[in-house]
């Protein structure tokens, strides 16, 4: 077992790695650089069923479009959130469900997915840059919990 001494010992030296000082960046000054935000989902085709949610966008013309598809003979829409609209989207899902009185079912993945932001300069001196960054997002499928040809009233 290891004694108390060399305990504090292994904390100290694992804190002296952790402030190991990394290659330095120069800090980029916003007002020299137009900066390019890459789509962040890599999704090989855009389906039909596929809606993304977005701050921006009206939430009823959102929630209207998932009907619209729901309504049209699709039995499953999915509903992407990225950042700040992982709320709006977890919140458009909850909506669909309440809506159907409890008829459809809600299967979530959450992930954490990869942006690149690539700053351009403005200035012939300045050189191209580009940032990984990191951002969780949800990815709900909102599906039927039977299918509406089962309930028709047959003789």
């Known amino acids: 077992m290891a004694d108390v001494h060399e305990c504090s010992e292994s904390n100290q030296n694992f804190s002296n790695e952790k402030n190991v000082p990394k290659a330095k960046r120069n800090k980029l000054v916003l007002s020299?650089?137009?900066?390019?935000?890459?789509?962040?989902?890599?999704?090989?085709g855009?389906?039909?069923k596929?809606?993304?949610?977005?701050?921006?966008?009206?939430?009823?013309?959102?929630?209207?479009?998932?009907?619209k598809l729901l309504s049209s003979?699709?039995?499953?829409?999915?509903?992407?959130?990225?950042?700040?609209?992982v709320y709006r989207a977890c919140n458009l899902a909850l909506q669909l469900?309440?809506?159907?009185?409890?008829?459809?079912?809600?299967?979530i993945k959450?992930?954490?997915?990869?942006?690149?932001?690539?700053?351009?300069?403005?200035?012939?001196?300045?050189?191209?840059?580009?940032?990984n960054r990191s951002n969780s997002a949800v990815h709900i499928r909102v599906f039927r919990k039977f299918s509406i040809g089962g309930l028709k009233y047959q003789d």
Request: net charge negative; glycine share 6%.
């Open 32 to 44: 020299d650089y137009t900066i390019r935000r890459r789509q962040p989902f890599n999704l090989p």
């Open 46 to 48: 855009k389906r039909n």
């Open 73 to 85: 003979g699709n039995s499953e829409v999915i509903i992407h959130g990225l950042g700040a609209a």
């Open 110 to 131: 959450t992930s954490t997915i990869s942006i690149i932001d690539d700053f351009e300069p403005l200035r012939d001196s300045m050189e191209y840059e580009t940032i």
């Open 97 to 107: 469900k309440e809506i159907h009185y409890g008829g459809m079912e809600l299967d």
């Open 50 to 67: 596929d809606i993304f949610v977005t701050n921006k966008t009206n939430f009823k013309a959102q929630l209207k479009k998932c009907e």
